[in-house]
Antibody, heavy 118, light 109 residues
Framework: QVQLQQWGAGLLKPSETLSLTCAVY????????WSWIRQPPGKGLEWIGE???????NYNPSLQSRVTISADTSKNQFSLRLSSVTAADTAVYYC????????????WGQGTMVSVSS | EIVLTQSPGTLSLSPGERATLSCRAS???????LTWYQQKPGQAPRLLIY???TRATGVPDRFSGGGSGTDFTLTISRLEPEDFAVYFC??????????FGQGTKLDLK
C-alpha cells in the first residue's frame, strides 16, 4: 500500500522560501502525477501544482510565479518550493498522488502546517 | 476558472437518514472529471467518488455519486455515525487545472 510521508519547516518569516518534501513508500514515483495542495485554517482546498516523474509540471496560475515543484526518481521523492511567502500562505500543505487514469487524488500525505509570521 | 459551489453549507441529519449533497459548476466539467472527498478534523481528505460516479476502493456502497455537465450530487443512503464530516467536490479542467468546492459540513442532528 502506497504511503506518502512529508516534511519541511513549519514556521517561516515573510519573504522566506517554503520548502517541503514528500517521500513515496510502498510504490514508485514512476508513471504517476503528484500534486501539492494546501488548506488555510478552517477553509477549503487549493491546488498548487503537479509534477510527473519525468519532471513535467503544471502550476496554478495564481501561484506560478513563486512555485517550483520537482521530482527525484532516485530518491522516490518530490518537492515543493514557494518563494516570497506572506501570511496568506499560512496553511496545511498536503502532497498527493493522482489515481492512475483519472483526475482524482487517491493517496495523501499527512499534511504539514506551515505558519508565516514575523 | 471553473468555480464549484456546494450546497447546503451545513446539513444536519441523524444516523439512518439519507443525505444528498450538491456541487454545481460554473462551466461544464470536462469528461465528468468530478471527484468527491470526505475530510474529518485533523485528517487529510479521503477519496470517495471519482469520474462523477465511480466509488473508490474500499468505499462503502451507501455512498453514490451522480450527475453530469454542471450539476453533480453525492448521496449517502443511510448515514452511519462515522459519516459526519466535511465533504468537498473537485473538478479537473480549465485554468487552474483543479479546483475545489468550499465544502459541505454534515452535522449530527
Amino acid at each position: 500500500q502506497v504511503q506518502l510521508q512529508q516534511w519541511g519547516a513549519g514556521l517561516l518569516k515573510p519573504s522566506e522560501t517554503l520548502s517541503l518534501t514528500c517521500a513515496v513508500y510502498g510504490g514508485s514515483l514512476t508513471n504517476y502525477w503528484w500534486s501539492w495542495i494546501r488548506q488555510p485554517p478552517g477553509k477549503g482546498l487549493e491546488w498548487i501544482g503537479e509534477v510527473f516523474h519525468s519532471g513535467r509540471t503544471n502550476y496554478n496560475p495564481s501561484l506560478q510565479s513563486r512555485v517550483t515543484i520537482s521530482a527525484d526518481t532516485s530518491k522516490n521523492q518530490f518537492s515543493l518550493r514557494l518563494s516570497s511567502v506572506t501570511a496568506a500562505d499560512t496553511a496545511v500543505y498536503y502532497c498527493g498522488r493522482h489515481l492512475s487514469g483519472t483526475r482524482a487524488f487517491d493517496v495523501w500525505g499527512q499534511g504539514t502546517m506551515v505558519s508565516v509570521s514575523s | 476558472e471553473i468555480v464549484l459551489t456546494q450546497s447546503p453549507g451545513t446539513l444536519s441529519l441523524s444516523p439512518g437518514e439519507r443525505a444528498t449533497l450538491s456541487c454545481r459548476a460554473s462551466q461544464s466539467v470536462s469528461s465528468n472529471f468530478l471527484t468527491w472527498y470526505q475530510q474529518k478534523p485533523g485528517q487529510a481528505p479521503r477519496l470517495l467518488i471519482y469520474d462523477a460516479s465511480t466509488r473508490a476502493t474500499g468505499v462503502p456502497d451507501r455512498f453514490s455519486g451522480g450527475g453530469s455537465g454542471t450539476d453533480f450530487t453525492l448521496t449517502i443512503s443511510r448515514l452511519e455515525p462515522e459519516d459526519f464530516a466535511v465533504y468537498f467536490c473537485q473538478q479537473y479542467g480549465g485554468s487552474p487545472l483543479y479546483t475545489f468546492g468550499q465544502g459541505t459540513k454534515l452535522d449530527l442532528k
